[in-house]
């Protein structure tokens, strides 16, 4: 038999026959002609058992993160819109008009990026880079105007729901990540070795 090319029929044959009938060289041509043809791959595919199943039925992030993320950035979104307007449900006096608009407009950014990801996990990768670098501007913003006494330190502590938001895409990330990765073994019983 011709290993360098095998049909469809072939391939089943070896597959499916006794591993004694068949040289190795065949049963990889084999299995390699069933991982490249997509008709092949989906009929050859053995009935998932039911770990299987319960695996591929699971979503690729879990409901409570999702929801989790969403409410913290919907607290950002409220706490950050007045802020645009210059006012605060935070009572702090000697903070500048200047640094609540700044905060506000770079609080709704992030509560947007927030509420993205919980709506669409699969846009994490680029929702967490851009909410970290409108996490690092807003940073060194409040720095500087810390350092100019345009705000104090004890209002700068209301920009941690801007951290948690980093941190709840930050595991969507990572959920996603550890869903995507393939499984060691193969899908079938019929591609494994004899």
Not at 57 to 62: F, G, H, I, L, Y
Not at 72 to 84: D, E, F, G, H, T
Not at 105 to 123: K, Q
Request: glycine fraction near 6%.
């Amino acid at each position: 038999m011709n290993t360098t090319f095998m049909s469809c029929g072939q391939a089943l044959i070896v597959l499916t026959g006794d591993a004694d009938e068949h040289t190795p060289d065949e049963r990889v041509s084999a299995r390699l002609h069933v991982n490249r043809c997509p008709r092949c791959s989906s009929v050859y595919d053995a009935q998932p058992d039911e770990a299987t199943l319960a695996r591929s039925n699971q979503p690729a992030v879990t409901p409570s993160l999702r929801y989790g993320l969403a409410v913290i950035a919907a607290i950002q979104l409220v706490v950050a819109v007045p802020w645009l307007f210059g006012h605060s449900f935070v009572p702090d006096a000697h903070v500048e008009v200047a640094h609540l608009t700044r905060d506000g407009a770079l609080g709704v950014v992030i509560a947007a990026l927030g509420l993205l990801t919980a709506w669409r996990p699969h846009y994490v990768r680029s929702t967490l880079f851009v909410g970290l670098v409108v996490f690092f501007a807003q940073f060194i913003a409040g720095f500087v105007d810390h350092m100019s006494d345009a705000v104090t330190g004890l209002f700068e502590l209301i920009h941690m729901l801007v951290v948690l938001i980093l941190i709840a895409m930050s595991a969507v990330a990572v959920s996603l990540a550890r869903r995507a990765t393939p499984r060691i073994e193969p899908h079938s019983p019929v591609l494994r070795t004899r």
